[in-house]
């Protein structure tokens, strides 16, 4: 039973850049969220698609963007890259709004 | 959503009993209370979830009092490998369920030899 892929696992990036990180569900999910973890902090919730569609969206502004194919799978794109985005980027899926599993994340250093 | 406090860290040694309590005066009617854990460089972790008075698994024990506006979650002679971060959460139920799972920073436990 697969879990949650997300990839890659790292990335580096020069300021100002744009990157797209990838994220496969658990078998059976059909609702991807986006969450954001600094270094000694808890995630933070990015937003969560579902049937393609962006449902939630927290507190992240315009240049964190998404999508969510008709497989379930989802990516993140993050435009105009700073320095403080570097952190560990986690995908979580469910089943609708339950059963989250979340994945091992993809590390991002913006230098 | 209700917000949750909980210790920064705690220490440990392998063998003993480790009881993690979580604060949540705000708690809503229709909440769930759910604890996940996290080891470094991973995704988070569901351990355990309950409403009221207590809940076991395999891995933890969530003791809920009736007012409901604390938790403990308890972890029976914990080894090295339960070093991680354990985060409470408060996740709303029914209508209310919005998908967005808030995390506070969490509890660090260091189990030591």
């Known amino acids: 039973d697969a879990g949650v892929t997300q990839s890659p696992t790292h990335l580096i990036k020069t300021r100002g850049q744009q990157v797209t990180l990838r994220c496969s569900p658990k078998s059976g999910h059909d609702t991807v969220s986006w969450y954001q973890q600094a270094l000694g902090q808890g995630p933070q919730f990015i937003f969560q698609?579902?049937?393609?569609?962006?449902?939630q969206r927290g507190n992240f502004p315009d240049r964190f963007s998404g999508h969510q194919f008709p497989n379930y799978s989802s990516e993140l794109n993050v435009n105009a890259l700073l320095l403080g985005d570097s952190a560990l980027y986690l995908c979580a899926s469910s089943l609708r709004l339950y059963g989250y599993t979340f994945g091992s994340g993809t590390r991002l250093t913006v230098v | 959503l209700a917000k949750t406090t909980q210790p920064i860290s705690m220490d440990s040694y392998e063998g003993q009993e480790v009881n993690i309590t979580c604060s949540h005066n705000?708690?809503?009617?229709?909440?769930?209370i759910t604890w996940y854990q996290q080891f470094p460089s991973q995704g988070p972790r569901f351990i355990i979830q309950?409403?009221?008075t207590k809940v076991t698994n395999e891995v933890a024990s969530l003791f809920i009092p009736a007012d409901r506006k604390s938790s403990t979650l308890s972890l029976p002679r914990v080894s090295l490998s339960d070093t991680a971060v354990y985060y409470c959460?408060?996740?709303?139920?029914?209508?209310?369920?919005?998908?967005?799972?808030?995390f506070g920073q969490g509890t660090t436990l260091q189990v030591k030899p």
């Open positions: 959460l408060v996740v709303p139920d029914g209508s209310s369920n919005t998908g967005k799972l808030i």
């Open positions: 698609y579902y049937e393609e569609e962006e449902r």
């Open positions: 705000n708690i809503a009617t229709n909440d769930y």
């Open positions: 309950g409403y009221k």
